[in-house]
């Protein structure tokens, strides 16, 4: 391999004096924790946005001539030369960003056995794709706890790219990533927790899928870094409650949004026990639910229970008599207990919902 001066001075990473005019006569040590300070840690996941990905080059840019002072020496910094080879990715000059993600590599860097991955896995620039060599790669930087390597492994797990299909690997070098805090794998973690259909059935079955309150704290996780992609996602769960198909489905997120304190949550979930639809059929736990979910000032009494195929239905016998039980204990219904939920109940319901 050629050595790294001669590798650097090509005029893509200056070596020339012009270049030094923010660095001074500052020690390679020195450089080198500039360099770590502007550009952060080597990091080679996929930006949360395009504002943080413009942020990132902007920080390489002004880090450039300490990292480049951090690299000349008899011991270049691991970090500095990743930061050198990112910038020579992005400047078009793969063969040499090969030879320094290399050099970083076999230093220690874990993020660059990830981009030596990514360039064997995607086929960039001069590099023919070699799945087997990618996947290599993505496992030196999984095993030293690169998160983006764990997730892309994940996906080449999930598909047989490289290596035999193993959904079982798949979702656990994703969960893992995504603990790591990485966004991609928690939204994509939080996509199979919703979605499980491309996932064996009995996997489905053991991790007792769809989870709606798993993947609404994943995407929750990965709005927080700024993923577009996941606030819209969570824009969809708190807009339509009522998207989940399978019952018990429902009753999960329901009861997450309802010790919430969600009103639209418990009144809906008051509905499922009045009518014995993905839960026990419960009248006292469904009576208990309207009066909650009234308290909370948030859900007017027109809409208090629900509609079947469009409609309204009747009343639950037993579950209008303990409403009308809890409003008559508050002092709020005069009238008699009939289990005839008409103007007089719902008169004192609306007293409920101003209180």
């Known amino acids: 391999m050629r050595l790294l001066k001669d590798i650097l001075a090509t005029g893509l990473i200056s070596l020339a004096a012009t270049s ?10 020195d450089a080198a924790r500039v360099c770590r300070e502007i550009a952060g840690a080597p990091d080679a996941g996929t930006p949360v946005s395009r504002e943080a990905m413009t942020s990132q080059f902007a920080n ?45 590599a076999n230093a220690g860097v874990a993020a660059a056995h990830t981009k030596l991955g990514d360039y064997y896995n995607f086929g960039i620039g001069p590099v ?3 799945f087997t060599r990618a996947v290599a790669e993505y496992r030196k930087a999984a095993q030293a706890g690169d998160a983006p390597a764990q997730a892309t492994l994940s996906v080449m797990y999930q598909i047989g790219r490289g290596v035999p ?32 259909q491309m996932l ?11 989870d709606p309150v798993k993947a609404a704290d994943l995407y929750q996780k990965a ?9 819209k996602a969570l824009e969809r769960f708190f807009d339509a409650a009522d998207q989940f198909d399978d019952p018990a489905t429902r009753v999960k997120w329901l009861r997450h949004a309802a010790r919430a304190g969600n ?21 006292v736990r469904a009576a208990r639910l309207y009066v909650k979910a009234l308290e909370t000032g948030d859900l007017p009494v027109r809409e208090l229970r629900g509609k079947v195929n469009g ?17 008559k204990d508050r002092g709020l219904y005069r009238g008699a207990l009939d289990a005839l939920v008409g103007p007089g109940t719902l008169g004192a319901a609306r007293r409920l919902a101003r209180q």
């Not at 993905?278 to 009248?283: L, R, S, T």
């Open 20 to 29: 030094w005019a923010g660095v001074g006569s500052a020690a390679p040590g």
């Open 60 to 104: 390489l840019g002004r880090a450039r001539p300490h990292c480049e002072a951090a690299a000349i020496g008899p011991d270049p910094d691991p970090t500095a030369l990743f930061h050198l080879a990112v910038i020579m990715q992005r400047e078009g000059a793969h063969a040499r960003a090969l030879e320094v993600f290399t050099i970083a």
């Open 128 to 130: 023919q794709k070699d």
């Open 165 to 196: 299909q193993d959904f079982d690997k798949a979702v656990s070098l994703l969960r893992k990533s995504a603990n790591a805090g990485y966004h991609f794998a928690q939204y994509r973690l939080a996509e199979l927790y919703m979605k499980p």
């Open 200 to 210: 064996p059935a009995d996997l489905v079955r053991k991790l007792d899928l769809p």
């Open 223 to 231: 709005a927080d870094q700024g993923s577009t992609e996941a606030r």
């Open 263 to 283: 009103a639209e949550a418990l009144n809906a979930l008051g509905f499922m026990y009045e009518r014995g639809e993905g839960v026990a059929y419960d009248p």
């Open 311 to 327: 409609y309204v239905p009747r009343w639950d016998r037993d579950t209008a008599l303990e409403f009308q039980i809890i409003l």
